[in-house]
């Protein structure tokens, strides 16, 4: 199996005041001094200025999946954030999101909770389950919207048209707002994206999955906060694969971003 290190800024970040929203910058890269404390088991061939270790702020996601995480040693490894599965549709919530919320807050890591969005309840009924298993907590990061197709589901094959994705997302993402005081994120794919031209949906900052090119080729004009650039990365605390993710601006930007979340 191939492992190839990957060379990522040192983080030491800590939430600070402010509550102002800094427009991350498309496509630019942030440098700084590199720590390899990170792998990958089939990294992509990343060439030229859009590097995703040039970017300072690196994080996590996870699910039940990843098992017993030692929240510590990721802390420790250089992590700036994790996003932590919370719920599906409007009757399934992740094994692990209570263990995981409360063993990121005592390690001290930055944490946000994410929803994966079904098209067979109602945005007000996902919502709804969503908020009675996330607290709020003005500390954590903004709320995040996972859209994908369900290609997979066994209960759950309804495929709307773009209109009523979008109109479904917004519903969803106010309802949120409302709730939590912060506009959430919205998670995306190539594929759910430009099926759905989801770059109509404005308002909310995304976060985008492209793991064989930079979101400036893959969403070309497309703002975003966050970029999850692989699914095989290798961090020590978390046993087997993980999704690794950057913020598109500088340390500075990032805990401006993290007091106030995208407004």
Request: proline share 7%; charged share 20%; aromatic share 14%.
């Amino acid at each position: 199996m191939r492992v190839q290190l990957v060379l990522l800024a040192a983080l030491g970040l800590a939430s600070c005041g402010g509550g102002s929203d800094p427009e991350p910058q498309v496509g630019r890269a942030i440098g700084g001094a590199a720590t390899p404390r990170f792998a990958d088991t089939d990294p992509h061939d990343w060439v030229g200025a859009t590097l995703p270790w040039s970017y300072p702020v690196h994080g996590v996601d996870v699910s039940k999946y990843q098992g017993d995480v030692d929240w510590r040693r990721v802390r420790a490894s250089g992590v700036g954030f994790a996003y932590i599965k919370a719920t599906e549709g409007g009757d399934h919530a992740d094994d692990r999101f209570a263990e995981n919320w409360a063993a990121t807050a005592a390690a001290g890591m930055p944490r946000g909770a994410y929803h994966y969005y079904y098209f067979c309840r109602t945005p007000a009924e996902q919502a709804a389950w969503f908020m009675n298993h996330v607290p709020r907590d003005p500390s954590a990061l903004p709320p995040v919207l996972d859209l994908e197709w369900t290609h997979r589901s066994r209960t759950c094959q309804r495929f709307p048209d773009p209109e009523t994705v979008r109109s479904e997302a917004r519903s969803f993402l106010q309802l949120l707002t409302a709730y939590y005081g912060k506009r959430p994120l919205v998670y995306t794919t190539v594929d759910f994206y430009q099926d759905n031209e989801l770059w109509k949906l404005d308002g909310h900052h995304f976060w985008l999955r492209s793991v064989a090119g930079h979101p400036s080729d893959v969403y070309p004009g497309q703002r975003w906060a966050l970029w999850q650039y692989t699914g095989t990365g290798v961090v020590e605390g978390i046993d087997g694969p993980t999704d690794l993710n950057v913020f598109a601006g500088s340390r500075a930007q990032w805990a401006a971003w993290m007091s106030g979340g995208p407004t």
